[in-house]
Nanobody, 124 residues
Framework: QVQLVESGGGLVQAGGSLRLSCVAS????????IAWFRQAPGKEREFVAA????????STADSVKGRFTISRDNNKNTVYLQMNTLKPEDTAVYYCAARSDYGLGFVPNEYDYWGQGTQVTVSS
C-alpha cells in the first residue's frame, strides 16, 4: 500500500514557476514508478510526466516538454514536478500516481494509487 499527498499548487501568472511535491508513505516507495497527471474542468485526465523507480528514466508529455521536469528523491519518499514558463492552458488539478511496476505507464488505468490532487491556476 502507498499513500500519496501532493502539495505546492497555487495561483501564478503566466510565465511563472511552481514546484509540486508528492510525498509517499510506505517502506517500498522506491519500487514504484511515479507519474503526474492533470485534469482540467470538462476534460479527461491526461499524462504529464513519469519517473522510473530509480529516477534514471523519465518521460514528459509533448505539451510540457522543455518546461516541466520530473525528479524523485527516494531517501525522502518524494517526487517533484518543476514547472517553468507556465501557461494558462496548464491550469488543472494535478495528481500524482504510483504504479507497482518498475516501468513507466502513460495512462491512468496503469496506476494503482492516487493522491487527492493539488490545484494549479495560471492567470494570463
Amino acid at each position: 500500500q502507498v499513500q500519496l499527498v501532493e502539495s505546492g499548487g497555487g495561483l501564478v501568472q503566466a510565465g511563472g514557476s511552481l514546484r509540486l511535491s508528492c510525498v509517499a508513505s510506505g517502506r517500498t516507495f522506491s519500487r514504484y514508478a511515479i507519474a503526474w497527471f492533470r485534469q482540467a474542468p470538462g476534460k479527461e485526465r491526461e499524462f504529464v510526466a513519469a519517473v522510473s523507480w530509480s529516477g534514471v528514466t523519465t518521460s514528459t508529455a509533448d505539451s510540457v516538454k522543455g518546461r516541466f521536469t520530473i525528479s524523485r528523491d527516494n531517501n525522502k519518499n518524494t517526487v517533484y514536478l518543476q514547472m517553468n514558463t507556465l501557461k494558462p492552458e496548464d491550469t488543472a488539478v494535478y495528481y500524482c500516481a504510483a504504479r507497482s511496476d518498475y516501468g513507466l505507464g502513460f495512462v491512468p488505468n496503469e496506476y494503482d494509487y492516487w493522491g487527492q490532487g493539488t490545484q494549479v491556476t495560471v492567470s494570463s
